[in-house]
């Protein structure tokens, strides 16, 4: 099974057409937002950099998102737990899908999303935030929101975590928490990010819950996808009925390069077209 897109923030700065498009004063979509609204995206959440620019710039561009933007540790109010907080967008979107049983009958699925966004944003944006918004860390949020999200019905659990994989264990740095995120009972799929580093690769690691090469953290599935399009992180599940619900059976984790890919094709047509002339 699958979900067709998903983001995991930093979507609205880094480029110069991100740039000219928060100076716009013009009520027009946003064109990161056009292009993922193009694409039929299911979800994304906000990474540090969405707020460079002032929560004014990011509230009119998600407003023409026709897909759920989530957070859970972002707050407008501060709650006395994180259930209780009022954030800044919804914590979380519940993904309906059905999916065949092994009779072939289909059967409802709905895959849960988490947003993580680094709490860090409250010093790097503090001329925007100060006084305006304040964050949770993303453990305490997360191991909050997870259950929640069981109770509310999800079958399984991707997070969108905008953070990156820390070489070592033992660390709490909420800018490599992706492990210790994954290793949270109920998450079944994580997507990575901040860091921009591609996961899964081929170089060792030094903290033995990292799998680079599977793309597994604390066993987890996992994927980082790079930055500026360089790859497209996939993660194919196979899940089954398990009696009570769905579990995972199988995971393939991939991180695709896009420049890769494209040369591929590109050569594959030059030889079409060479046979072609020939002919």
Same mark, same amino acid.
């Given at each position: 099974?699958?979900i067709r897109?998903s983001?995991n923030?930093?979507?609205?700065q880094?480029?110069?057409?991100a740039d000219?498009?928060?100076?716009?004063?013009r009520?027009?979509v946003?064109?990161v937002i056009a292009a993922?609204?193009a694409?039929?995206?299911?979800?994304a959440t906000?990474?540090?950099?969405?707020?460079?620019?002032?929560?004014g =710039? $990011?509230?009119?561009?998600?407003? !023409?998102?026709? /897909? @759920?933007?989530?957070s %859970?540790n #972002?707050?407008r109010e501060?709650? *006395?737990?994180p259930?209780?907080?009022?954030?800044f967008?919804?914590p979380?979107?519940?993904?309906?899908r059905?999916l065949?049983d092994?009779?072939?009958r289909m059967?409802?699925?709905r895959?849960?999303?988490?947003?993580?966004?680094?709490?860090?944003i409250?010093?790097?944006?503090?001329e925007?935030?100060?006084g305006?918004?304040d964050?949770?860390?993303m453990l305490e949020?997360a191991?909050?929101?997870?259950p929640?999200m069981r109770r509310a019905?999800?079958?399984?659990v991707?997070?969108l975590?905008?953070?990156g994989?820390?070489?070592s264990?033992?660390g709490l740095?909420s800018?490599?928490?992706?492990?210790?995120?994954?290793?949270i009972?109920g998450v079944? =799929? $994580?997507v990575?990010?901040?860091s !921009?580093l591609? /996961? @899964?690769?081929?170089? %060792?690691a #030094?903290?033995?819950r990292i799998? *680079?090469?599977?793309?597994r953290l604390?066993g987890?599935?996992?994927v980082?996808?790079g930055?500026?399009g360089s790859?497209l992180?996939?993660?194919?599940?196979?899940?089954r009925?398990?009696g009570v619900?769905w579990v995972?059976?199988?995971?393939?984790?991939?991180?695709i390069s896009v420049?890769?890919?494209?040369?591929?094709?590109?050569?594959?047509?030059?030889r079409r077209n060479?046979a072609?002339?020939?002919?």
């Open positions: 099974m699958c897109d983001d923030g930093d979507f609205l880094g480029s110069a057409l000219l498009a928060a100076h716009d004063r009520k027009r946003h064109p993922f609204n694409l039929s995206y299911d979800a906000l990474g540090n950099h969405e707020f460079n620019f002032g929560i =710039v $990011l509230e009119r561009a998600l407003q !023409h998102a026709r /897909f @759920p933007v989530v %859970a #972002v707050l501060r709650g *006395p737990g259930l209780q907080d009022g954030t967008v919804p979380y979107t519940l993904i309906e059905a065949p092994g009779t072939g059967r409802p699925f895959l849960g999303v988490l947003g993580l966004t680094p709490p860090e409250l010093r790097w944006d503090r925007h935030l100060e305006r918004l964050v949770r860390p949020a191991r909050a929101w997870v929640e019905g999800a079958d399984l991707l997070c975590a905008h953070t994989i820390a070489e264990s033992g740095d800018e490599g928490l992706a492990t210790e995120i994954a290793a009972p079944d =799929v $994580l990575a990010g901040h !921009h591609v /996961f @899964p690769h081929r170089a %060792a #030094v903290d033995p799998d *680079p090469v599977e793309g604390a987890t599935p996992a980082q996808p930055h500026a790859h992180g996939v993660i194919d599940l196979v899940v009925r398990d619900g995972v059976a199988r995971a393939q984790v991939r991180a420049s890769e890919e494209v040369a591929g094709l590109s050569s594959g047509l030059i060479a072609l002339l020939r002919h």
